[in-house]
């Protein structure tokens, strides 16, 4: 079967082009309903990748955070119209010790293979979860990166000390409340701070304990474990302050992508017993997990609405590129697809 | 019920290179067809598909069919008419005889060579055939249409604003369908180029349908070579 793909070619070029899919036994085809665009797509959209992984890269479908409805499934697994969360990591081999998300052998798509703006998307069975009926599908369009949080906070959970009282998040934009919120409800126990650099942002983590300007002077608060939720230039301050702020034999989790190598005050980390772990993406067992958070909790979903900012119909390519343009100039929210092309 | 009516009907008399009937030509991995057929397949929303062709492609047709989504009794071939009138006749007579005709039943009618619909097009029409009775898809034209009597001279130069293309899939209320066309005289009927026009001669809205540019019909040995091009890593040779 033909189908429509849209691709980057080149920093803000997105054409179509048309690529031959087999209905093989195995294939489920998803009709995407809404995307939502990711700080990565962005950095592809807008050409800030190296000249070399642009090259390597492209043409390259974007957009990995998807709510669809399955439109075909030759085993019958599925049914036409389910609500399905398509997982965009594809794991080609098995290993009991390594997570399907860090395994080299496994392909994401929007990095590397073909994201999700497709007319349709051909994915296996063992590549979708179901989602629960009463979640707004906006909200369900970045279920993805609730996934990326759910996955943190299931290794953080592995690896911190039990003593928990007080849990930072560095990081006052979507993926610092994402992951906040997840805290908030999965550690009641725990006193959640939030370390941000914008009022107005921090305003919006009603749910967290205190909320704090890294900006402000005098800062007397300590923390049990930390989130580096910040990223980019900024993830070096960040990390410095949280080895400043955290209590000995503390562990910090570094969620930011930065696009430099940072530089890290190891004297203290040595000193403290600092521990630091990294976590990137997430596999299938932190989607079902991340379903059944919204099941338990129908709070999470309500508070992720907060999150939704423009909704984007799409119906032609120039869509797609007001829906980026729109995004670049967002300062918290997500950027959402409404998928009819 | 909807039922997909896919036409493959053509002769294949305009394709220079080869005397195949241009819905079975190779585009990538299989012919035309089968590409156009499996839109169909997958599309939920369509219930019934019936491939309309020349009798001596019926069996190979099946086999292709068959080859690529397995057995299914979702599908069924029928031999097609003389002409586009008398395919679309056919298939209304066959959805009568043999998966019944009600007032809900709705035909989705395409070329078998226009591989390239996608699947919102499908869907669009369902909807606006069970909404408003007909449906035509179209893109605006991107050329001036030029109108002239007698092949010599222009006679009218219509504002461009206000012409599309025509393409398919054009859908119906099966039954609306069935009867204006019955309604019209021998002379209406010759005059007909194109389904749509069995509901405007007889004053009836059909709604128009978003298509896309890409939605090209294969028609001649050009498009096939365009058509290859636009399918990934597939280069026309000749």
Known sequence: ?341 | MVIGAIFAGGSGSRMGSSDTPKQYLMLGSKPIIVHTVEKFFVNPGIDKIIVLCPKAWISPTRDMIEKSIGKTDKVAVIEGGKTRNDTLQNALDYITAHLGMDDETVIVTHDAVRPFVTHRIISENIEAAKKYGACDTVVPSSDTIVESDNGGFISVIPERARMYQGQTPQSFNAKKIKCLFESLTAEEKNSLTDACKIFTIKGEKVRLVEGEVFNIKITWPYDLKVARVLLEGAFSDD
């Open chain 1, 1 to 341: 079967m033909i189908n429509a793909v849209y691709q980057l070619v080149s920093p803000r070029m997105i054409d179509v082009t048309y690529k031959e899919f087999e209905l093989k036994a195995d294939t489920v085809i998803v009709r995407p309903l809404r995307l939502a665009i990711c700080k990565a797509d962005q950095r592809y959209y807008q050409g800030l990748r190296s000249a070399e992984t642009m090259r390597a890269k492209l043409p390259m479908a974007l957009i990995h955070e998807c709510v669809g409805s399955v439109v075909y499934d030759a085993d019958g697994a599925f049914q036409p119209g389910e609500t399905v969360i398509p997982i965009p990591n594809t794991p080609s081999t098995e290993d009991e010790v390594i997570a399907e998300n860090y395994r080299r052998s496994s392909m994401f798509m929007s990095s590397g293979h073909d994201g999700f703006l497709q007319d349709c998307i051909f994915t296996r069975a063992d590549r979708l979860v179901r989602l629960p009926a009463d979640v707004n599908f906006d909200v369900a369009a970045f279920t993805e990166l609730v996934s990326v949080a759910v996955h943190a906070v299931s290794r953080f959970d592995k690896l911190a000390h039990s003593r928990r009282g007080t849990i930072g998040v560095w990081g006052d934009g979507n993926f610092g409340f994402i992951l906040s919120l997840l805290l908030r409800y999965l550690y009641p126990e725990s006193e959640i701070y939030i370390f941000g650099t914008v009022d107005e942002k921090l305003s919006y983590f009603t749910f967290a304990h205190r909320t704090i300007n890294v900006g402000a002077a005098g800062m007397a608060v300590r923390v049990d474990h930390a989130f580096e939720c910040v990223g980019g230039a900024g993830s070096e301050i960040a990390i410095d302050n949280i080895i400043d702020l955290i209590e000995p034999e503390g562990t910090i989790a570094l969620l930011g992508v930065a696009e430099n190598q940072v530089g890290l005050n190891t004297r203290m980390v040595l000193e403290k017993g600092l521990r630091l772990f990294g976590s990137s993406r997430s596999g299938k067992a932190d989607f079902e997990e991340t379903m059944n958070i919204y099941r338990e909790f129908e709070d999470i979903p309500r508070y992720l609405e907060n999150l939704v900012g423009d909704v984007v119909e799409v119906r032609s390519i120039g869509d797609i590129h007001k829906a980026f343009e729109l995004d670049i100039r967002r300062n918290f929210g997500k950027t959402i697809l409404k998928w009819e092309k």
